[in-house]
C-alpha cells in the first residue's frame, strides 16, 4: 500500500508528455514570473500519496500572478513583508537560476484557509525537489522536507544545526497513511488516531525499510503524525510524501509559532515559508510511544495525559518529561535529552501564590532581569517591565503565548528569567513541562525562601 514500491527518485508518470512540470510563479504581485523546470518528479508509482499527487497534475502551476492577492502584505512594517525592498531571503533558491531573483512561495496569510490551491501545488513541487518548506501546523511551525529522500533530510539537520541523532517527524495527511511507513500497529494506535487525527498527537511505531535512517536516526520506530492545519495536510496531500518535518527553529532556541519567528531563525537557510498566521496550541505535539508493554509518554502536549488514559486504560510516563537528562543518558525520544526552548537566559521558576512569587523576585529584581508572569499578575511586577505571555484563567492562552514570549525574552541583556508557570494536568502540564525545560528544572518555591 502507499508508497512502499517507491525508489525514492525513481521518475515517476505525472502525465506530462516532456516529463518536465513547468510553473510560473508570481512575484508577490510584482509582475514577476519564472519557471521551475523539473519539479517534482519523485512521485511513487501507486497507492494514495500517488493517486493524489496525480490528482494534483501540477497543472494549475500554470497560472500565477494577479490574482494572488492575498500574497500582499497585510501590515505596514511588517517584517514579513513580500515587497521588492524588504523580500526576505527566504525563497532562496539563489543557487538554482530559476529561482535567481528571490522568487518563492513565500505567503502571507492570516489564516490557514487563505492559503490558496496555487501555493501548496508550487510549496509541494518545492519539497518533491528536495528543498526545504516551512509549515504552519497548530502546534508550530515545522521544517519540512520530503521524508523519503535522505538528501533532502540531511539538509534539514544543517539548516537546523541540530544532532543526526535526533530523529525526525513524519507528517501525513490522512490517518490511514500510517500503514504505508508503519508495521505492526497496534489497535490502541487505531483508536488514538480516530479520536485525536487530525491533532496535536505524535504516534512511535515500528518503521518500514521505505523510512530512510537518516530520518529515524537509525532506530526501528518512526515518529509519526497528522497534523490539523488544513492547508498543511493539503500540501503533504499534493507533495505525494510524507513530510519530515522538526520545529522550524535553530537547535536549542524556543520553537516557533509564527512565519516571523521562522524567518528569524531560518531566513537563508530555507526556501520557502507557508504562512498560517500564528499557531493555535503554541507547544509541540504529544508524543507518545506504542511500541514497548505499555503506552508511554514521551512529551507531554495538546493532547493530555488524561485523555490519554482515558482512552487507553494506562500511559506511563518517560522520565525525560519529569527531569533533566544527562546528555550521556538514553533516552526513548533522543531530543529530549538536549537543552530546548531556551532563551541565552539562565530561567528560574518562582512558584507558590501570585503574592509570594512576587515579594520573592521583587527582593531581588536588578538590572539583567526580566519577570516572565501571568496577564492577572502585571500589576504585582510595577517597574519591573514584565512580559505576560498568557492568562493563568485559560491555560490554552499560556501554551499558546509562551514560545513567543520566550523568543521576546531572548536579547543580550537579559541574564536572568524570572518565570511563573502554571501547575497541575491538561495542558497546563505540557506548557510546565516546557518552562521548566528552559529552566533546566530549576524550580524555587517562594512560599518557603525568604
Ligand atoms: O508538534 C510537533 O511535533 C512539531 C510539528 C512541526 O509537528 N514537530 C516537532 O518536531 O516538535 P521535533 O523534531 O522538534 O521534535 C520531535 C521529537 C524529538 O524529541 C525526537 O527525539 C522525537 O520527537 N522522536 C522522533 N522520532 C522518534 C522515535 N522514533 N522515537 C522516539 N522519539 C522520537
Ligand atoms: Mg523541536
Same mark, same amino acid.
Given at each position: 500500500?502507499?508508497?512502499?514500491?517507491?525508489?525514492?527518485?525513481?521518475?515517476?508518470?505525472?502525465?506530462?508528455?516532456?516529463?518536465?512540470?513547468?510553473? /510560473?510563479? @508570481?512575484?508577490?504581485?510584482?509582475?514577476?514570473?519564472? %519557471?521551475?523546470?523539473?519539479?517534482?518528479?519523485?512521485?511513487?508509482?501507486?497507492?494514495?500519496? !500517488?493517486?493524489?499527487? #496525480?490528482?494534483?497534475?501540477?497543472?494549475d502551476?500554470?497560472?500565477?500572478?494577479?490574482?494572488?492577492?492575498?500574497?500582499?502584505? %497585510?501590515?505596514?512594517?511588517?517584517?514579513?513583508?513580500?515587497?521588492? @525592498?524588504?523580500?526576505?531571503?527566504?525563497?532562496?533558491?539563489?543557487?538554482?537560476?530559476?529561482?535567481?531573483?528571490?522568487? $518563492?512561495?513565500?505567503?502571507?496569510g492570516?489564516?490557514?484557509?487563505?492559503?490558496?490551491?496555487?501555493?501548496?501545488? @508550487?510549496?509541494?513541487?518545492?519539497?518533491?525537489? $528536495?528543498?526545504?518548506?516551512?509549515?504552519?501546523?497548530?502546534?508550530?511551525?515545522?521544517?519540512? @522536507?520530503?521524508?523519503?529522500?535522505?538528501?533532502?533530510?540531511?539538509?534539514?539537520?544543517?539548516?537546523k544545526g541540530r544532532p543526526q541523532d535526533n530523529p525526525l517527524i513524519l507528517h501525513i495527511s490522512e490517518p490511514k497513511e500510517l500503514e504505508s511507513i508503519c508495521h505492526d500497529i497496534p489497535a490502541q494506535a487505531w483508536l488514538l488516531a480516530e479520536h485525536f487525527w487530525p491533532g496535536p498527537l505524535t504516534m512511535v511505531l515500528p518503521v518500514r525499510d521505505l523510512v530512510p535512517k537518516r530520518t529515524t536516526a537509525g532506530l526501528d520506530t518512526v515518529a509519526v503524525r497528522c497534523p490539523k492545519t488544513a492547508a498543511t495536510r493539503e500540501l503533504i496531500r499534493l507533495a505525494g510524501v510524507p513530510i519530515a518535518a522538526p520545529s522550524a527553529n535553530r537547535s536549542g532556541k524556543p520553537s516557533t509559532t509564527t512565519a516571523a519567528h521562522v524567518l528569524h531563525d531560518m531566513d537563508g537557510r530555507i526556501e520557502a515559508i507557508l504562512d498560517g498566521g500564528p499557531c493555535e496550541v503554541g507547544v509541540e505535539s504529544t508524543i507518545v510511544d506504542l511500541t514497548g508493554e505499555r503506552p508511554r509518554l514521551l512529551r507531554p502536549g495538546g493532547v493530555t495525559p488524561e485523555e490519554?488514559?482515558?482512552?487507553?486504560?494506562?500511559?506511563?510516563?518517560? #522520565?525525560?518529561?519529569?527531569?533533566?537528562?544527562?546528555?550521556?543518558?538514553?533516552?526513548?525520544?533522543?531530543?529530549?535529552?538536549?537543552?530546548?526552548?531556551?532563551?541565552?537566559?539562565?530561567?528560574?521558576?518562582?512558584?507558590?501564590?501570585?503574592?509570594?512569587?512576587?515579594?520573592?523576585?521583587?527582593?531581588?529584581?536588578?538590572?539583567?532581569?526580566?519577570?516572565? !508572569?501571568?496577564?492577572e499578575e502585571l500589576p504585582l511586577y510595577d517597574g519591573c517591565n514584565p512580559t505576560a505571555y498568557g492568562s493563568e484563567n485559560d491555560v490554552r492562552t499560556l501554551s499558546a503565548g509562551l514560545f513567543a514570549a520566550l523568543r521576546d525574552l531572548d536579547r543580550p541583556d537579559i541574564r536572568?528569567?524570572? /518565570?511563573? !508557570?502554571?501547575?497541575?494536568?491538561?495542558?497546563?502540564?505540557?506548557?510546565?513541562?516546557?518552562?521548566?525545560k528552559a529552566a533546566a528544572f530549576r524550580v524555587v518555591d517562594a512560599e518557603h525562601e525568604a
Open positions: 500500500s502507499g508508497f512502499l514500491q517507491a525508489a525514492p527518485h525513481a521518475r515517476a508518470h505525472t502525465g506530462h508528455e516532456d516529463g518536465a512540470i513547468r510553473a /510560473a510563479l @508570481a512575484g508577490g504581485g510584482h509582475g514577476v514570473h519564472r %519557471q521551475i523546470k523539473d519539479v517534482g518528479l519523485h512521485l511513487p508509482p501507486q497507492g494514495a500519496f !500517488c493517486a493524489a499527487a #496525480r490528482h494534483a497534475d501540477l497543472g502551476l500554470h497560472t500565477g500572478g494577479a490574482d494572488d492577492l492575498h500574497r500582499v502584505p %497585510q501590515r505596514e512594517g511588517d517584517a514579513l513583508h513580500y515587497g521588492a @525592498a524588504q523580500r526576505p531571503q527566504i525563497p532562496l533558491i539563489a543557487e538554482s537560476e530559476e529561482y535567481a531573483a528571490g522568487v $518563492g512561495v513565500y505567503i502571507r492570516a489564516f490557514a484557509t487563505q492559503i490558496g490551491q496555487k501555493d501548496q501545488t @508550487a510549496a509541494a513541487g518545492l519539497l518533491r525537489n $528536495g528543498k526545504l518548506v516551512a509549515i504552519p501546523t497548530e502546534t508550530v511551525y515545522g521544517l519540512g @522536507a520530503n521524508g523519503l529522500d535522505e538528501n533532502a533530510v540531511l539538509r534539514i539537520f544543517e539548516a490519554l488514559r482515558a482512552l487507553l486504560g494506562e500511559l506511563d510516563i518517560d #522520565r525525560a518529561v519529569l527531569g533533566q537528562i544527562s546528555n550521556d543518558a538514553v533516552v526513548r525520544a533522543p531530543g529530549m535529552k538536549y537543552k530546548h526552548y531556551a532563551p541565552s537566559a539562565e530561567v528560574y521558576i518562582i512558584s507558590g501564590s501570585s503574592e509570594a512569587a512576587a515579594r520573592y523576585i521583587r527582593r531581588r529584581f536588578g538590572p539583567g532581569d526580566a519577570v516572565l !508572569c501571568f496577564a536572568t528569567i524570572y /518565570a511563573r !508557570c502554571p501547575e497541575g494536568g491538561g495542558v497546563a502540564y505540557a506548557v510546565g513541562n516546557r518552562l521548566k
